[in-house]
C-alpha cells in the first residue's frame, strides 16, 4: 500500500481511491485540516458538543435525493417521449422514523406502506397537519381478513392468570385493527389510499360495508429472465399468472372495487446487472398488457423496489432508460396505451441520510499476521451489530471515514466494538482474512464515521431497544432546513440505562410477581438472603 516515494499514501488519498466511482464525496469531504465533513458540519464540532457514539441524520440528503430521482426519471422520459405519468412512493419499511419519512413526503413522493402501524404514522402526520395536499397512499404488505388472525374478543371477560395470583389479572385491552381494517377505515375517511392484494386478501376489501376503493395486484416476480424462470421462482410474495387472472376477475365482478395497478418487484436495493433488471421487469410488463386487455380500468404498473442508492456506481439512467423504451414500444404494438409508472424506492431515498460515529478507544495487536492481513484492532465506543445489522444478515458491506487525520498515512485495520461477542466486528469474519478498514496512523483523539446506514439499519436492531451486552443507543442529531433557509439541527436524547432496564422489565409492576416467585423457592423477600429449602438443611 505504499506512496510513489515509498511511504504509505496520506489517508484522504487512499480512502478517494477506496470508494472511486462513489457519489459520497456530493456530501462528503476533507478540508484542508484533514477533519471530515458533512456538507455543512464539521463531524467533529458535533463530536465536542455531544460526544459519542453519535447517530446523525440528515434529511437534506434526502431531499436532495427524492428531487435528483424525479429529475433523472423526467429527464430520461423526455428522450424517450414516453407518454404516461411518472409518480414516486417512499417505502417507508426502509425507515418509519417521522424525520426520515416527512422529508420524503414534503418533497413531493407519496407513501408506500407494509403494515398497520406505518397507518398509524401517516394519521398522525395528518392530524397535526404535517401532510402535503395530494399525498397519496399505496399498500403493500399481507393484508388477510381479520378471520385469519387470532385476535382476542373485545366482548369477552378479562382472562384469568394461568396461575393465579392474590387480587392478580391479565387484563385484555381491545384489540387493535388488523391491517386490512385500517385501510379501509382509511379509506372510508376520504383518504386517497390503494390496498396492493396478493392471495386471500380480496374479501377483506368486499363485504358489504366497504366503500368504493382502487385496488391493486401483486405479481410474483424476480430475477428472472423467460416465463419458465418465474414459474420456477421461490417467492412468498405475489401470485403468478393463472391466480392474477383469477383475482383480476374477481375484483372487476364486485361492486366498490376497480382494478387500476399492477405492483412488479424483482428485488431490493442491490446492483442486479442492467439487462438482468430490465428484463425481470418487462416480465411483468407483460402480465400488465394480457391484463389490461381484460380490465381497462388498469392504468398503472408499480416498479417496486429493487434500485440502489444514487451514491453507487450505478447505471440508474440506463434502466430508466431501457423499460420505459421497451415499454412504449411493447404497448405501441398491443395498441394500447402507455401505462402511469410508479418508482417505490426505500434505501434510494433513506440511505445516505444516516450516519453513525464511534469514538476509537484503544488500538491492539494481539496476533501475528501474514502479509495480506491487517495486524491492528480498533476498538470502538459502541456496538456494531446494532449498528449495522446488514452486515451479518445480508453480509453488506458499509463505508468507513476517519473523522479527523485525513493527511496522515493510512493503515488497515479491524474494527472491534465493545460487546462481548466475536461477531462485533468490522469487516465480519465472513469477508475473509484480507478485509480491513482504513484509518489514519497518528496519535491523539480519533473518531471513525459509518456512512449509509439510513436504510434499514437502526429499524432491524430495534429504535430505543435493549440490545447486546446492554449497549445504550447513541444521541441522534437531526438536521433539518427550516423556512429560514438555514440547516437546523435538533436531539433526540441519549438512551438511559434506565430506559432499558424498564424494557427488560425492571419496573415497579414486576415487583410482586417476581418476590411470590422467590418465596415459591424458598427465597426470603424483602431482599434478604434465600433461606434453604424445606428438606435441605445443608442449603
Known sequence: MGGHDGKEPRYRDAVFIEYAGSRVWDYLRYDEAGD??????????AVRCYG?????VDTTLIERRCDEWRALCADVAADVGYPGRLRYLYASKANMASEVAHAAYRSGWSAETSSQQDLVHLQWLQRNGLLPAGLRVVCNGFKLPAECYSLPDPAAPRAQA???????????????????????DMARDGWDITPILDEGELPAFTAAEAPDMRVGLRMKLGRARTASDLTALVSRFGTEREALLRES???????????????????AAESIPVDEYVAALLLGMRMWLELRRRHPTLREVNLGGGMPPLSEPYDHR?????????????????????????FELGSLVAEECGFHVFGVLQRKRNHTPTDDEPHTWAIVDGGLMAAIPDMLLLGKSFRFLAVQGADEPAERVLLGDVTCDSDGRYPPKSFGPSGHVLLPTGAGPRHVLIQGVGAYQEILAGVRGAHHCGLLEAMELILERRADGRVHGRLLPRQTSADAAHLLGYVEASQQPLRLALEARGGAPGGGRATPARGNPEG
Open 249 to 267: 376477475d374477481a375484483i372487476a365482478a364486485t361492486k366498490n372495487l376497480r382494478l387500476t395497478t399492477l405492483h412488479t418487484m424483482v428485488g
Open 162 to 184: 394461568v396461575v393465579a395470583l392474590p387480587g392478580n389479572t391479565l387484563s385484555c385491552s381491545l384489540r387493535q385493527l388488523t391491517y386490512a381494517e385500517a385501510i379501509v
Open 36 to 45: 471530515l465533513w458533512i456538507q455543512d458540519l464539521r463531524v467533529s464540532d
Open 318 to 342: 440506463g434502466v430508466v432508460g431501457a423499460y420505459l423504451r421497451e415499454t412504449q414500444d411493447a404497448c405501441r404494438q398491443a395498441g394500447l396505451p402507455a401505462p402511469d409508472v410508479t
Open 52 to 56: 459519542t457514539p453519535l447517530e446523525i
